[in-house]
């Protein structure tokens, strides 16, 4: 059989370092497990627009056939992107976007529908009258200013809820231990925390928590991960009222990659789909996606079947061509 044209997929990953980026990584993995002619490199860019820059920049320089790229910072990032587009590298962005529209497809969430999606649901939650605080994500990170966008447009229909603080943060926990007391010793009577993921949501939980106000502040995330930290076990044990669907892609962002390298038709937006997750629903995510977890790890074994049964094929043709030469 002719050989299938091998293909180098450069992924620049804005980090590595938590368990989203991580479930991001095992869909790539998996799906890659699909096509063997792929080689796939990942740099990690450990929250550094600079090096995310600096990775890029070798990658043209190593070259690979397509890029795919989580943009740190929109704005410092989006440069050597369009450079990469405009040498004629397809480029896939998953998750956070470039400033640009100089890409060749989009996979990942609306994170304005994210932002709005989770409004309308408080709203509900407050029965319309409330001080919401929101904790968001990395500044210039394009999910934390979608989802603050829509979080705040969804707001202004409700008279009644006041979006009462903002509180930046670098999308991780420790920012929200640190930032999160002095906020709410200063204004007690918050009703509800947006927390633009379900590490900062934990975060918030925590320093409520400590301030004996757990009981009366509600908290709503984002990311909705299966696994024992992840945000449906958040939901499930009621540290928190609600998170919003946000799905790491990694899957689709590979099938995307070798449509594009293959020729075949493909969208250049592909939206994955948002839901909350509260305790009206929570048990049946939670047991869906376990099936899916053990479905995976099925899946696994199988191919890890397949493999040994190839090896075992191929020592008895070496077998065959000896005993044939003999
Ligand atoms: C993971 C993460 C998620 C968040 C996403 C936004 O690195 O912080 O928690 O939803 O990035 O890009």
Redesign the pocket.
């Known amino acids: 059989a002719a050989a299938k044209p091998g293909y180098i997929i450069g992924f620049s990953q ?2 590595n ?2 368990a ?2 991580l479930a991001m990584l095992a869909g790539m993995q998996k799906e890659l497990s699909f096509y063997p002619e792929v080689t796939f490199r990942m740099k990690d860019a450990h929250n550094s627009s600079a090096l995310q820059e600096k990775h890029i920049r070798e990658f043209l320089q190593e070259g690979i056939n397509l890029l795919i790229v ?1 943009a740190n910072e929109a704005e410092p990032v989006t440069p050597i992107v369009e450079e990469a587009y405009n040498r004629g590298i397809p480029v896939v962005i998953l ?2 976007r470039t400033t640009s529209k100089l890409y060749t497809a989009y996979v990942g969430g609306n ?1 304005e529908e994210v932002g709005r999606t989770a409004g309308n649901y408080v709203a509900n939650l407050l029965r319309r009258q409330g001080r919401v605080l929101e904790i968001l ?1 990395a500044p210039g ?4 200013v979608d989802r603050h966008r829509g979080f705040a447009q969804a707001l202004t229909a409700y008279p009644g809820l006041k979006l009462v603080g903002e509180l930046n943060s670098n ?2 926990r420790p920012s929200v231990l640190a930032g999160l007391p002095s906020v709410l010793k200063a204004q007690q009577d918050i009703d509800l925390i947006f927390a ?4 900062l949501a934990l975060g918030a939980y925590q320093v409520c928590k400590q301030l004996g106000l757990e009981q009366r502040i509600k908290i709503v995330g ?2 909705g991960l299966p696994g024992a930290h992840g945000g449906i076990q958040l939901v499930q044990d009621g540290i928190i009222n609600a998170t919003l669907l ?1 799905s790491p892609g990694g899957e689709e962002a590979i099938r995307m990659a070798m449509k594009i390298l293959r020729k075949q038709p493909y969208e250049k937006e592909n939206i994955l789909s948002t839901m909350v997750i509260d305790s009206t629903n929570v048990l049946t995510m939670k047991l869906q996606t376990e099936k899916l977890a053990s479905q995976q790890q099925d899946i696994q074994r199988q191919q890890e079947l397949l493999r040994k049964q190839r090896d075992t094929y191929a020592s008895q043709q070496t077998v065959l061509y000896v005993l044939a030469a003999a």
Request: glycine content about 8%; hydrophobic content about 15%; overall charge negative.
């Open positions: 804005c980090t370092g938590d989203w980026r989580s998750d956070r994170n994500g990170s394009s999910p934390a999308w991780e633009h993921n379900d590490r984002v990311d946000y």
